[in-house]
């Protein structure tokens, strides 16, 4: 059974040896979803399919309380 370098963890991931470009595999050390992007050698790399879209906390800002002075 072949096996490829997780790109994340750097650790061995086996592949299937049919396995063609484009098939996705998980690695079993992170659980990363990795993808075939090369046969010979066997070439990993990051799934990336999910965009997070951050929220922009800056806009929250610093509303400090101004001191009331008696
Ligand atoms: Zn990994």
């Known amino acids: 059974m072949p096996t490829s370098i997780c790109p994340e963890c750097d650790e ?5 040896a ?3 470009q484009g098939d ?3 690695c079993e050390e992170c ?17 990336e ?3 997070d ?3 922009d906390e800056d806009d929250l800002g610093v509303h400090g309380y101004e001191d009331d002075r008696f």
């Open 12 to 16: 061995e991931v086996y592949v299937d």
């Open 18 to 20: 049919d396995i063609e």
């Open 24 to 26: 996705q595999v998980s």
């Open 31 to 47: 659980q990363s979803d990795l993808v075939v992007v090369g046969l010979d050698p066997v070439e990993l790399d990051l799934r």
């Open 49 to 51: 399919e999910t965009e």
């Open 53 to 55: 879209s951050f929220a």
